[in-house]
């Protein structure tokens, strides 16, 4: 169709002529209400932002004399941060002569990759940079249950051997519920 018929087609149905592919050989244009159009388009690229998902990087970071409980503080962390889909950055740093023994930050960045291996595969190996040794861990591409900030995420503790004064003191409670009870008997 000519430009000049197009254009006077699209004023007697009171809507706009609108230049779709204008690269094409002859350039496609089609008459719609233009404001719709735009509307429509706003309202798409709106549903499709809602869908992405953007991943962050959160940074847990130790230092070669870390002790036990606050690596497993930290390491609890980093579970929970993988279960929501966020990258872990574990980093440690070294200061004055700490440098002279890095091997105690790669064997805390190797029991922390070991650690969170079912949830989170690494995705740069440990290095140094400057005075700091740090490895990045991404979440598994799998279905990950998420975990929400009001659940805990505990290690299995089923596995484990029962601590001996645990045992003991459930021992003495099995006792107590077997044996009979006297009303003059006192504990």
């Given at each position: 169709?000519d430009t000049r018929?197009a254009?006077?087609?699209?004023?007697?149905r009171?809507?706009d002529l609108?230049?779709i592919?204008?690269n094409g050989?002859p350039p496609v244009?089609?008459?719609?209400?233009?404001g719709?159009?735009?509307y429509?388009?706003?309202?798409?690229a709106?549903e499709?932002k809602?869908?992405?998902?953007?991943v962050?990087?959160k940074?847990i970071?130790?230092?070669?004399?870390?002790?036990d409980?606050?690596y497993?503080?930290?390491?609890?962390?980093?579970?929970?941060?993988?279960?929501?889909?966020?990258?872990v950055?574990?980093?440690?740093a070294f200061?004055g002569?700490?440098?002279?023994h890095?091997e105690?930050?790669a064997?805390i960045l190797?029991?922390l990759?070991?650690d969170?291996?079912d949830l989170?595969?690494i995705?740069v190996?440990?290095?140094?940079?400057?005075?700091q040794?740090f490895t990045?861990l991404s979440?598994?591409?799998?279905?990950?249950p998420?975990?929400?900030?009001h659940?805990?995420?505990?290690?299995?503790?089923e596995?484990?051997?029962?601590?001996?004064?645990k045992?003991?003191?459930?021992k003495?409670?099995?006792?107590a519920?077997?044996?009979?009870?006297?009303?003059?008997?006192i504990f």
């Open positions: 169709m018929d254009i006077q087609e699209a004023r007697r009171g809507l609108v230049e592919s204008p050989h244009c089609k008459i719609i209400d233009y719709k159009f735009l429509e388009q706003k309202k798409k709106h499709a809602k869908k992405q998902v953007t962050q990087v940074e970071k130790f230092r070669p004399g870390t002790d409980h606050d497993q503080y930290r390491m609890e962390h980093a579970r929970q941060w993988l279960g929501e889909g966020d990258k950055r574990a980093a440690i200061r002569r700490e440098m002279s890095r105690l930050g064997k190797k029991r990759t070991q969170l291996l989170a595969d995705e190996a440990p290095k140094m940079e400057g005075y040794m990045i979440p598994k591409k799998a279905k990950i998420t975990v929400t900030k659940t805990s995420v505990a290690p299995n503790r596995d484990e051997p029962e601590k001996p004064k045992a003991a003191v459930k003495l409670i099995e006792k519920k077997e044996e009979p009870k006297d009303d003059d008997e």
